[in-house]
């Protein structure tokens, strides 16, 4: 009865506020199907590693001085353009519906590159940050695909424990990597001998995701892939 309600709801608030594309305006989807096809992917040369657009196929000089311990991470766009202003829409103004349209973007991306997992878990936010924000957008991505994508998702397991200061977009790899340090925490035993495929809307320097493989891979993880939507290149 509730999902039938929900779904009545749905429906009243499309006919009495259409939806429209966040880059050219046009009604029915917030990525019409042309907007969407001028995405800006994320081309090689990339870092196998840690995902980062490399200049030339040239070795990557952050991987060349951490070993991370994440197995990798691989991101679906460039974060500019309609991706950016979409997941900005996402994450700061409450725009919760584009969860759909956006994970069903990574969907077809891991569809097309499948990747060595078994479980799907969203990179968690501190308590204190989901109250003020009212929501997790990864969470709200994580659920979504893994629904497209028949994977088992896992809430809950993976939290963050420290609320680190928000990553100042000037700090360098270094400086981030120590803002996240120890701020994850996984203290059940759900991630014990899984493979698991982590979940984000924007990477940055990969500091967070690998923290969060670290506190995954000590709860007994085999293994973690990140998957992101954009990539700050
Ligand atoms: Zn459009
Ligand atoms: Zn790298």
Request: charge should be positive; hydrophobic fraction near 40%.
């Amino acid at each position: 009865m509730g999902a039938q309600l929900g779904r009545l709801r749905d429906g009243l608030v499309d006919f009495l506020f259409p939806v429209h594309c966040l880059a050219c305006g046009s009604e029915g989807s917030y990525i019409c199907r042309s907007c969407r096809r001028t995405l800006p992917r994320l081309l090689p040369p990339v870092c196998l590693k840690c995902g980062r657009p490399l200049i030339r196929d040239d070795r990557c000089s952050v991987c060349a001085r951490w070993k991370l311990e994440i197995d990798g991470i691989r991101s679906v766009f460039v974060f500019q353009g309609l991706v950016r202003r979409a997941v900005h829409q996402f994450k700061y103004n409450n725009l919760r519906a584009l969860a759909f349209p956006l994970a069903d973007l990574v969907a077809g991306d891991l569809k097309a590159r499948p990747l060595p997992v078994d479980v799907v878990v969203a990179v968690p936010l501190h308590r204190r940050r989901l109250r003020g924000r009212g929501y997790n957008q990864s969470a709200l991505l994580a659920r979504e695909l893994s629904q497209m994508v028949g994977l088992p998702l896992v809430e809950g397991s993976l939290v963050r424990v420290k609320d680190s200061p928000a990553q100042v977009k000037a700090a360098g790899a270094d400086e981030r990597r120590e803002n996240v340090r120890g701020a994850f925490s996984c203290r059940d035993g759900q991630m014990s001998g899984r493979h698991v495929l982590l979940i984000d809307d924007v990477c940055t320097t990969g500091a967070t995701l690998d923290a969060c493989a670290m506190a995954l891979k000590a709860a007994g993880a085999s293994s973690v892939w990140g998957l992101t939507l954009a990539r700050e290149a």
